[in-house]
């Protein structure tokens, strides 16, 4: 899995979506972009419905410039979704 977050990582380097310099506002920024797509596509989901193409794509696209961030500032993501994982795993609420 961490294989596919750098490659991710990688793919949105390659096309300049990020550099060195990429500050953590303009991950919010784009984060930001990412919430209103997701939201045009949930409301036309209907539960109980099979997903449309489009509200998986930017579901992904937001949870992975969320990865995207952590990869830059240099987190280990397997490990944090494994930490977190365990953590939910232990709530009692």
């Known amino acids: 899995m961490q294989d596919l977050f750098k490659r ?15 500050k953590t506002i303009d991950f ?6 990412e919430d209103n797509e997701v939201l045009r596509e949930m409301i036309t989901y209907s539960v109980g419905m099979p997903p449309s193409e489009e509200l998986v794509s930017e579901v992904i696209d937001k949870a992975m410039v969320c990865f995207n961030f952590l990869q830059h500032i240099g987190v280990d993501i397997e490990l944090a979704l494994c930490r977190n994982t365990m953590k939910q795993e232990s709530r009692k609420d």
């Open 28 to 33: 919010i920024m784009k984060m930001a972009e």
């Open 8 to 22: 991710h990582y990688e793919a949105t380097v390659k096309r300049g979506q990020i550099r060195k310099d990429t």
